[in-house]
């Protein structure tokens, strides 16, 4: 699963996911690609359930990018816990996506192949995208 290897502190703020992806909003290496239409914070785990879901889909015959890195911290009290007694310990981690942003990109299979793929991907994610190509987004 995705994770920093280091941090320089342990847990951050909240902040909310404002605005449009200045970064990180066009195709830069493959052919399709899954687009953000919508802002949310998307887990570790849930990347990963997409990235498994094209990799198993397109048999690893094509060339795939993960364009985002879960590295904000969130942080959880254990269960039964009272209010109070400060801020509990980091419990995984989630990149924030931003409207526009790209998050999967793909290069190596037929544009069928690659479409159902990036699919299947799009539905394990909590946000709605989009699948765009090359030709489609210049």
């Keep these: 699963m995705l994770m920093p290897r280091r941090m320089k502190y342990r847990k951050q703020m909240k902040m909310?996911?404002?605005?449009?992806s200045h970064a990180g909003n066009e195709?830069?290496?493959g052919d399709y690609a899954i687009k953000a239409i919508t802002g949310r914070l998307i887990t570790a785990r849930q990347l990963?359930?997409?990235?498994?879901?094209?990799?198993?889909?397109?048999?690893?015959g094509a060339k795939i990018w993960i364009r985002v890195f879960p590295h904000k911290p969130r942080t959880t009290h254990g269960e039964g816990q009272r209010m109070g007694k400060g801020k509990g310990a980091?419990?995984?981690?989630?990149?924030v996506i931003k409207p526009g942003k790209i998050i999967f990109e793909?290069?190596?299979?037929?544009?069928?192949?690659?479409?159902?793929?990036?699919?299947r991907a799009a539905a394990k994610?909590?946000?709605?995208t989009k699948i765009i190509s090359v030709q489609n987004s210049l």
């Design 16 to 20: 909310p996911v404002k605005g449009k």
């Design 125 to 128: 994610l909590p946000i709605k």
């Design 27 to 29: 195709i830069a290496f």
């Design 48 to 60: 990963e359930a997409a990235r498994r879901a094209v990799t198993h889909h397109v048999k690893r």
């Design 90 to 95: 980091v419990d995984h981690f989630a990149a």
């Design 106 to 119: 793909m290069k190596g299979a037929n544009e069928e192949l690659s479409m159902g793929a990036l699919r």
